[in-house]
Nanobody, 121 residues
Framework: QVQLVESGGGLVQAGGSLRLSCAAS????????MGWYRQAPGKQRELVATITSGGSTNYADSVKGRFTISRDNAKSTVYLQMNSLKPEDTAVYYC???????????????WGQGTQVTVSS
């Protein structure tokens, strides 16, 4: 069974930093595009950043220059380093794994349970 387990959320003052971690099942991690998404109260879930199995990254405009996504394939873990945090970054952050596997390239799309990030002004 595939699992994504996030950690590292919490309460921080504006301008501070946090690092989120997501430990994923080894069976899929190395072949997956890993991503971080967030959902604020009353808003839709939105993309924060993604990183492919080859290390290519993509960021939402709102976090470019402040957040960095990285992955450690040996540990099957993806990270999100968040610097210069703003109150508008407050949300539940979700880890995501997407890809295809198997002889018929079946698509998969797994989500973690989420971790709360709260930035106070």
């Amino acid at each position: 069974q595939v699992q994504l387990v996030e950690s590292g959320g919490g309460l921080v003052q504006a301008g501070g930093s946090l690092r989120l971690s997501c430990a994923a099942s080894r069976s899929i991690f190395s072949i997956s595009t890993m991503g971080w998404y967030r959902q604020a109260p009353g808003k839709q879930r939105e993309l924060v950043a993604t990183i492919t199995s080859g290390g290519s990254t993509n960021y939402a405009d709102s976090v470019k220059g402040r957040f960095t996504i990285s992955r450690d394939n040996a540990k099957s873990t993806v990270y999100l380093q968040m610097n210069s945090l703003k109150p508008e970054d407050t949300a539940v952050y979700y880890c995501n794994a997407k890809g295809t596997r198997g002889p018929w390239s079946a698509q998969y799309d797994y989500w973690g349970q989420g971790t709360q990030v709260t930035v106070s002004s």
